[in-house]
């Protein structure tokens, strides 16, 4: 498929999703929702991607959601476009393959909020990350304000939102909100070593992974933990199960196929 705001590109079993409205600083506007969330459904569909990568072309992830298509929007009108954004985002959050973000530069706003519906964050040194929207006049709208406090706490996403003030790429880490920071150079290098690391595990058992850990985390301890025994056990109804363990019994390196 053929994308207007988006670049996609597949090395191995990593496909690499760059936002391309650079001239925008990646800005989120409807079109390139629509793209994103068809990007991600393609993706997902596809047996041999095993991790997603997204990153913004230029000197942003994204600067936020477009300012110049929300200014006139009234209020059945921002909600909507609040949810339809909060929607991909979760499609990204719930999808069956890991997605990393690899933060380049800006992520304000809605691209903090895209980055934070990522499984794994990996930022430029150069980055700058924050909820801005009380500058605005607005809340965040992509479900910021959910997912910042699970991330960081309640009381500093609370700080980060009433303030409006971005944080830099050692505070990000600090607060968890990133997994790592490299320099700008080393960003994609790291964030295609880890994909391909991952990428090299039994993808069922990494999807299972990510559900366990995803529900498991809104759900009581007990409601978890017998969550996690039924994917536990549901492994061992797939062949890679099998091959993992006979490979690790004969000293060899497992060749899993998704099955």
């Not at 600083?25 to 929702?33: A, F, G, K, P, T």
């Not at 006139?72 to 985002?89: D, I, L, Q």
């Not at 366990?212 to 199960?241: H, K």
């Amino acid at each position: 498929m053929d994308y207007h705001t988006l670049l996609v590109e597949d090395k191995g079993n990593v496909r690499v999703i760059t936002l391309h409205r650079p001239q925008e600083l990646n800005s989120l506007n409807s079109e390139l929702l629509s793209e994103l969330d068809s990007a991600m459904a393609a993706a997902a569909g596809d047996c041999q991607v095993k991790v997603i990568i997204i990153t913004g072309a230029g000197k942003a992830f994204a600067a936020g959601a477009d300012i110049s298509q929300m200014a006139t929007m009234n209020a059945a009108e921002g909600k909507s476009f609040g949810a339809f954004g909060s929607a991909v985002f979760r499609r990204i959050e719930t999808l069956g393959k890991p997605v990393i973000a690899a933060v380049n530069g800006y992520a304000l706003g809605g691209g903090c909020e895209l980055a934070m519906a990522c499984d794994i964050r990996i930022g430029s040194s150069k980055a700058k990350v924050g909820q801005p929207e009380t500058n605005l006049g607005i809340t965040p709208g992509f479900s910021g304000t959910q997912r910042l406090a699970r991330i960081v706490g309640m009381g500093r996403a609370k700080e980060m939102i009433f303030t409006g003030e971005p944080v830099d790429a050692m505070e990000a880490w600090r607060t968890g909100l990133f997994n790592k920071v490299v320099e700008p150079e080393e960003l994609m290098d790291t964030a295609m070593a880890m994909a391909e690391k991952i990428a090299g595990k039994a993808p069922l058992a990494v999807t299972y992974a990510k559900e366990a850990v995803n529900q498991g985390y809104e759900a009581d301890l007990d409601t978890g933990i017998a969550l996690e025994a039924n994917l536990f056990g549901l492994c061992f109804s797939t062949r890679d199960q099998k091959e993992g363990m006979r490979a690790f019994l004969e000293r060899r390196a497992p060749e899993f196929k998704g099955e």
